[in-house]
């Protein structure tokens, strides 16, 4: 990886961004400087490295903790939080600083996550002719950047109501869009479909894509999508979805934070964009 880098260090533990405590929330995205590195025990770094850059622009520098009591003087912000922080409840995009934010902390969990080899379970090491790449130190294999495709779905009926749901994962009396992975050998249209009859019961036409979103939570890439409702009763799953219901734009519940893509769908249609 390249070595050359910007002047504030992104540092992450688990699935926080780690600054100062007296860091204000409009410079959190700035990373931090390089004199306070010092504050972190050498056994306790577990990755250092630098993301080249996508917009051509300086390399990320990037530091991984280990699950550790963070020193005194020090913050967690959840990297959900970190996003709405930073972009100031708007879509976070895949570019400017909470672009390298949203880059630099992808690669610092498939760089945790990618340590040995799938094939043989050898140490992986840097790739010296791949820029992102590891390559195991045994068998020779490479590996690159995981990322999955998600859909999220805005699902209108004739009367302009759309499904919001309350998932198993949400927090208390949030309700969002339904969402769901992408499938080996399916088209993120079928993915749509399926998703919002596996999830509550009702069947979709009118396959539409609105827009992409960077969604390193842990590896996605978030896809939007809108679809009219063609049949079937609404009922939750109650695995995944435990509640679910019509909401029409005058009476909504609880909503995803403003950062999300979810979040975005719901405003354009609230706006009557879509």
């Not at 260090?9 to 959190?28: A, G, H, K």
């Not at 010092?38 to 530091?63: C, H, M, N, Y």
């Not at 930073?86 to 945790?112: D, N, P």
């Amino acid at each position: 990886m390249s070595n050359k880098s910007n002047d504030g260090v992104y540092v992450y533990q688990n699935s926080s961004l780690i600054v100062p405590e007296d860091t204000p929330d409009s410079l959190i995205h700035e990373g931090i400087n390089q004199d306070a590195l010092p504050a972190f025990d050498d056994s306790k770094i577990i990755d250092r490295f630098v993301v080249p850059s996508l917009d051509g622009q300086a390399g990320i520098d990037t530091l991984t903790l280990g699950d550790w009591e963070l020193p005194r003087g020090w913050k967690a912000i959840p990297i959900r939080q970190a996003m709405s922080i930073i972009t100031g409840e708007t879509l976070a995009e895949g570019h400017g600083l909470i672009g390298r934010v949203l880059r630099s902390y992808h690669i610092s969990l498939w760089r945790l996550d990618s340590r040995f080899c799938g094939s043989c379970g050898g140490l992986n090491k840097d790739a010296e002719t791949e820029s992102l790449a590891r390559q195991c130190t045994v068998c020779g294999r490479q590996e690159f950047p995981r990322i999955a495709p998600a859909v999220t779905i805005l699902v209108k009926n004739d009367k302009d109501q759309a499904i919001l749901a309350h998932g198993n994962r949400f927090l208390a009396k949030v309700y969002s869009l339904i969402a769901g992975f992408n499938e080996p050998g399916e088209s993120l249209e079928d993915t749509v479909v399926r998703e919002v009859k596996e999830e509550v019961n009702v069947d979709v036409t009118d396959v539409r894509y609105v827009g992409s979103q960077p969604w390193p939570l842990p590896h996605s890439l978030m896809l939007g999508f809108t679809a009219r409702y063609c049949g079937g009763e609404l009922k939750p799953d109650g695995v995944e979805i435990l509640d679910a219901n019509w909401f029409s734009k005058d009476a909504l519940p609880t909503l995803p934070g403003g950062s999300s893509l979810s979040r975005h769908l719901i405003n354009l249609w609230l706006a009557g964009k879509l």
